[in-house]
């Protein structure tokens, strides 16, 4: 009898857990696509002359851009929203991923990631997002990395759902966020305690000073100035000026990233108030789309406390000492066809966490001759 219903319940298990696996991917679309450009190219040729006279071409070619994109995806589309191509690329950005609530209950999600490079700087994109919209309640878990924006971080977000009519639904619950170390600036404090070329000779980079005499004038004027040499040696800058336009940068961004490497990872827990409202009219001529979150009050919870943004703040010259700050997003999608052939839209979105900000916006009038 034991061995009956064990078979029995194992086979239950097997049956309900095939059940679920098939009705979460059904409807879902695996996609990989790549796409390559022609790069911003400078209109005029760019020169620079070193001190000792050479001429050299420092106009920059950029290589071809290219979007390479690989995922996975579901999200139901909402009233208004149409399917712009045959195929999935890896560049659609359906509302529903980015508002509180769905068009749809249950599970939904999008797991992508893009590898890019644009006017020669290489970056990634990802993006992944699982969400369940119950009738009381709503949770999902999103990683996010904008690498154009420099924003990277990673949430879980679990809401009580209130749905006042048809159109209005209200949610509160708490966020956790793991992030980097936002407003750590490790550059500024390293030049404040060292002189610039400091963090070159640390880079493996060396200087030679050399003096120029202006005999053009009754008293002649000497000045000095410093040629330099990368670490294997190479002439590379005749002057502090050429050597700081053309490759300090580099120096400082490879400085930036080990020192916020070393800092590890941080997680903030946020209390979340969000709303969300949708109208789409019977006869498909008006739609109102609205969201929005606020997050008011936050705990740091784990990693180093020192590089908290609380500390940083807290730290800030402006005197407040303050260890609390707005965190929000938002979201807006209107249209109307007026008339026959007459249209407009407006689409927007904005989102502020910590200092880093990511919005973009448009709107247009269509007109269609009949």
Do not use: C
């Amino acid at each position: 009898m034991k061995k009956i219903l064990f078979l029995l319940f194992l086979s239950i298990g097997i049956n309900t857990n095939a059940q679920f696996i098939k009705k979460f991917f059904k409807y879902s679309t695996v996609y990989a696509s790549g796409n390559i450009g022609q790069p911003l190219q400078e209109p005029n040729r760019e020169w620079y002359v070193s001190q000792d006279n050479r001429l050299t071409d420092v106009t920059e070619i950029y290589p071809f851009d290219y979007t390479i994109s690989v995922g996975i995806r579901k999200i139901a589309r909402f009233d208004y929203e149409n399917r712009v191509n045959v195929f999935y690329d890896g560049s659609e950005e359906n509302v529903g991923w980015k508002a509180n609530m769905g068009a749809v209950e249950g599970f939904e999600y999008v797991f992508s990631h893009d590898w890019v490079r644009q006017w020669g700087d290489e970056y990634r994109n990802q993006s992944y997002f699982l969400r369940y919209l119950g009738k009381y309640w709503m949770g999902h878990v999103k990683f996010l990395e904008v690498g154009v924006a420099d924003l990277k971080y990673a949430q879980a977000d679990l809401r009580g759902r209130l749905s006042i009519g048809k159109h209005l639904n209200l949610s509160a619950g708490a966020v956790v966020r793991s992030h980097g170390p936002y407003g750590y600036n490790p550059i500024a404090i390293y030049l404040n305690n060292n002189p610039w070329w400091a963090l070159a000779y640390e880079a493996g980079y060396t200087d030679q000073p050399y003096q120029l005499i202006d005999f053009t004038s009754a008293q002649p004027d000497t000045t000095i100035d410093w040629s330099w040499q990368d670490p294997e040696g190479n002439d590379i800058a005749s002057t502090d000026e050429e050597f700081r336009k053309y490759y300090y940068g580099d120096v400082v961004n490879d400085f930036q990233q080990d020192k916020l490497s070393e800092v590890g990872g941080l997680f903030t827990l946020s209390a979340a108030v969000g709303m969300d409202y949708y109208h789409y009219s019977n006869n498909e001529k008006f739609w109102f789309h609205a969201w929005a979150n606020v997050m008011p009050f936050h705990k740091h919870i784990y990693g180093n406390q020192n590089f908290s943004y609380a500390n940083f703040l807290s730290n800030k010259p402006d005197g407040t000492g303050r260890t609390q700050w707005l965190d929000y997003n938002g979201g807006l999608v209107l249209g109307a066809k007026i008339g026959k052939g007459f249209g407009l839209f407006i689409e927007s979105e904005y989102l502020k966490y910590w200092d880093r900000q990511v919005y973009s916006a448009k709107a247009g009038i269509n007109f269609q001759f009949k």
